[in-house]
């Protein structure tokens, strides 16, 4: 009988959450389509929760759209998601805004405010998508007061389905032709609107997407992760998520 009792592993962190925004999921997409179920079964199911940081979806036109082939693939892999006993957390981007109650329902997703701090791993960490404090583009914010604005949504969402679509590809269009004509610096968030949220809300971790520029900020109040966006389809591969372990340390990954 050997004198020494035998080494045993050191326990692997857990996967306490998992963060991602900025997928455009759509039919002219598959490539990234399939990245994200991948992460979806092999990722997110050995997560505790999974955090969708908006604009998950290129455009949602109404929760009436859920059985479109494309949407009810991506519903039906979130559900499995939730029904595996991950935690399912959605909050609205630019894009997606207009995701309701049904869409929580048919995926079992908690829908969260444009503003939320969750307690991950025992620390307090401010969500949000990132579009709200980009508030040097005033044509941008102008747009946005008016299409968040509940009677404008009710009055949008009253029309027919293909009505909205055509309306929502029309202002597809429009943004893209006026990105052009904007700079980076422009479209990326404002310094002080970022400084006032930590204030605000007493964190020193924010997280949040958007932007398409990911990164990990310094601030004076504390730490900023950018989240990237994904395009798998393209010639360049974007794309990935962050994960915080049960100690809370923040990781970086990409898919394969």
Request: aromatic residues 8%; glycine residues 8%; hydrophobic residues 45%.
């Amino acid at each position: 009988m050997s004198a020494n009792p035998p080494v045993e592993p050191k326990a692997q962190p857990q996967t306490a959450a998992l963060f991602v925004s900025d997928i455009h999921l759509c039919p002219q997409m598959p490539k990234t389509a399939a990245a994200f179920f991948r992460f979806l079964h092999e990722q997110a199911r050995h997560a505790q929760a999974l955090y969708l940081l908006g604009d998950i979806f290129e455009y949602w036109a109404g929760d009436d759209d859920i059985d479109a082939p494309f949407n009810r693939s991506v519903v039906d892999a979130l559900r499995a998601l939730a029904d595996a006993g991950v935690a399912l957390y959605w909050m609205a981007g630019n894009r997606d805004f207009l995701a309701g109650d049904g869409f929580a329902q048919a995926t079992g997703a908690i829908l969260l405010p444009d503003l939320h701090v969750a307690d991950v791993a025992g620390q307090r960490v401010l969500l949000l998508h990132g579009d709200a404090q980009c508030t040097d583009d005033h044509d941008y914010m102008a747009f946005r007061a008016q299409v968040r604005n509940p009677d404008w949504q009710r009055a949008f969402l009253a029309k027919p389905l293909a009505e909205r679509k055509a309306i929502i590809e029309g202002m597809r269009e429009g943004s893209r032709d006026a990105q052009r004509e904007k700079t980076m610096a422009i479209m990326d968030v404002n310094s002080g609107a970022i400084a006032r949220l930590f204030a605000e809300h007493r964190v020193s971790l924010m997280i949040h997407g958007h932007t398409h520029r990911p990164d990990t900020h310094q601030h004076d109040s504390g730490v900023r992760h950018v989240l990237t966006d994904w395009d798998c389809d393209g010639p360049v591969l974007r794309g990935g998520w962050l994960a915080a372990d049960d100690s809370g340390r923040l990781s970086r990954h990409a898919p394969d």
